[in-house]
């Protein structure tokens, strides 16, 4: 099989980048507990039935590295930790709200 020389890569769409940033199993619930306020890795944790904390530390990284999660880190012992949305990430916030109201219209 011979490559197409008039091959060009598709573009990626707007929408689907956002849904990447956001997807996956738990990024959703993270994010609607983030719309109540500041919280440490150990409220999300418990708010959050069924997540692993390698889980969570992993989501929880990859919204803050597309800047919609902010972490918070103070200086002393034990170590405190808190998570809140960036002004990005509180942007999402009628999106996340829609998406509830579709769901709980449209699904048992």
């Known amino acids: 099989m011979t490559a197409n020389p008039n091959f060009k890569p598709k573009k990626t769409c707007p929408a689907e980048k956002a849904l990447q940033m956001i997807s996956g199993r738990w990024k959703i619930l ?7 306020g500041v919280k440490r890795f150990g409220e999300l944790h418990k708010a959050l039935p069924g997540i692993t904390q390698k889980i969570l530390t992993q989501q929880l990284r990859e919204l803050e590295a597309d800047e919609i999660v902010h972490r918070q880190v103070y200086p002393q012992i034990p170590p405190k930790v808190e998570y809140s949305l960036t002004e990005l990430g509180k942007t999402l916030q009628p999106l996340l709200e829609t998406m509830h109201d579709w769901g709980t219209e449209h699904t048992d």
């Open 30 to 36: 993270i994010l609607w507990e983030l719309l109540e």
